[in-house]
């Protein structure tokens, strides 16, 4: 990011207010001894991302959510969520509603595709906010250190379901379980409603993908994102650490078990929030 942590500073101020930046530098995070935290969080960032996130979650998803004292206070945690809407919107919506929902707000560190980080300026503002690469050791760093991670288990396949088979899950890869049980973790389900009709999908080019080193790449049949309600439903915690020993992530049995139950807990709170909505955008 070519610019300094001021600057961002200055530009999240036409978004928020003063108070609103004072709670925000307060963030947990594990400074480095230069402002930044090993993989590149800033507070001053993250509020950038707030001027950028803000409005969306405000004024054109009118986010809906509860099931907030499921998120720790402190302590690592893994957030497990269904995964739609062929970008991930539904990302930067749970990382704002995290934020506004803990005091002091900690930052769901998401998990992204090994392409992202190396996308010219995305890639580093996304790191500056708080986002990594998934790898099994900026993983382990973050859970060590009592952060909180954000894992979309359905992965990639979750974003390019055609519309007919939306809120059906693909089947939940086993990181995130294997993470959890690992390093004493609990699993808080999350079950997000509304993204799935944000952009219609045509179709999922694997020719697109290629050079992005992705299968497949949607293609929407609007130009932008239509403002859907979103809804965001945290589920009890997995309490997995009190369950399980660290040695069990180890068992391919056990984790595959923890995955499915994790699976069946988000599907629960989908169908929830679909029984409840009034309609796509009410």
Sequence with gaps: MPFPPSIARALASLYLFDDELDRLSDLHYQDAGHGYDPFGLHPDFVGLGHLIAGPLYDKWFRVISRGHASIPEVGPAVLAANHSGSIPIDGAMIWMDVQRH??????????????????????????????????????????????????????????????????????????????????????????????????????????????????????????????????????????????????????????????????????VLLKQGLKERKGVFA
């Design 102 to 267: 803990t005091h002091p707000p900690r930052v769901a560190r998401a998990i992204a595709d090994h392409f992202v980080p190396s996308l010219p300026w995305v890639g580093t503002l996304f790191a500056r906010s708080g986002m990594i690469g998934g790898s099994r050791g900026n993983t382990r760093v973050l859970l060590e250190n009592g952060e909180l991670l954000l894992i979309f288990p359905e992965g990639t396949p979750g974003i390019i379901k055609p519309w007919k088979e939306r809120y059906q899950l693909r089947k939940f890869r086993v990181g995130h379980a294997e993470l959890a049980i690992r390093h004493s973790a609990p699993i808080i389900p999350v079950g997000v409603i509304g993204a799935e009709e944000q952009l219609p999908l045509i179709h999922a080019s694997k020719r697109l993908g290629k050079p992005f080193g992705v299968p497949e790449v949607p293609i929407p049949a609007v130009p932008f994102p239509l403002p859907v309600r979103y809804r965001i439903f945290y589920g009890d915690p997995i309490p997995v650490h009190e369950q399980y020993s660290p040695d069990d992530a180890d068992d391919p049995e056990v984790v595959r078990k923890v995955a499915a139950q994790v699976q069946a807990a988000v599907d």
